[in-house]
């Protein structure tokens, strides 16, 4: 089971922007010296978090999501107003611990589906219950 570092999140404070360049076209093939400029500069608060008052960042501790690129040590932004679909990566609460997995709803069935084949999904009986906590809305990852 993936868990997370933090028994208890720390919701996120906006205060003054931090601005960090953003720089356009950067290439993943062949370089193009044309593409080099500086686009902006641009509030990594302002592209990572909508619903402040509702966002908390997580440090990811374990290997059950990495097919989905969230990893050991990496640090998800998690937002409570984002409604928890289908599909969606989420935190949800089990047995009083946090976990991060896919949230599967559908023909009447609900489980938690890991992103690596090493682990199995997290099914549910009568009477279990699940508490989606919030749904992972972006990964920061440090090589």
């Known amino acids: 089971m993936l868990i997370l570092d933090y028994n208890r999140p720390i919701p996120v404070q906006v205060g003054?922007?931090?601005?960090?360049?953003?720089?356009?076209g950067v290439r993943a093939g062949f370089p193009s010296p044309a593409d080099d400029f500086l686009l902006k500069r641009i509030d990594l608060s302002d592209e990572l978090i909508q619903h402040p008052e509702a966002t908390f960042l997580m440090r990811?501790?374990?290997?059950s999501m990495a097919m989905t690129g969230i990893d050991d040590g990496d640090i998800v932004v998690v937002d409570k107003a984002v409604k928890a679909e289908h599909g969606k990566i989420v935190i949800a609460c089990i047995d009083g611990e946090f976990t991060c997995k896919r949230?599967?709803?559908?023909d009447g069935i609900t489980k938690l589906q890991a992103a690596n084949p090493d682990y199995?999904?997290?099914?549910?009986?009568?009477?279990?219950?699940?508490?989606?906590?919030?749904?992972?809305?972006?990964?920061?990852?440090?090589?």
């Open 16 to 24: 003054q922007p931090v601005l960090v360049p953003l720089y356009s």
């Open 60 to 63: 990811i501790k374990g290997h």
């Open 103 to 106: 949230l599967y709803m559908m």
């Open 120 to 143: 199995e999904d997290m099914v549910f009986k009568d009477g279990q219950t699940l508490e989606v906590w919030g749904v992972v809305t972006s990964c920061i990852k440090q090589f």
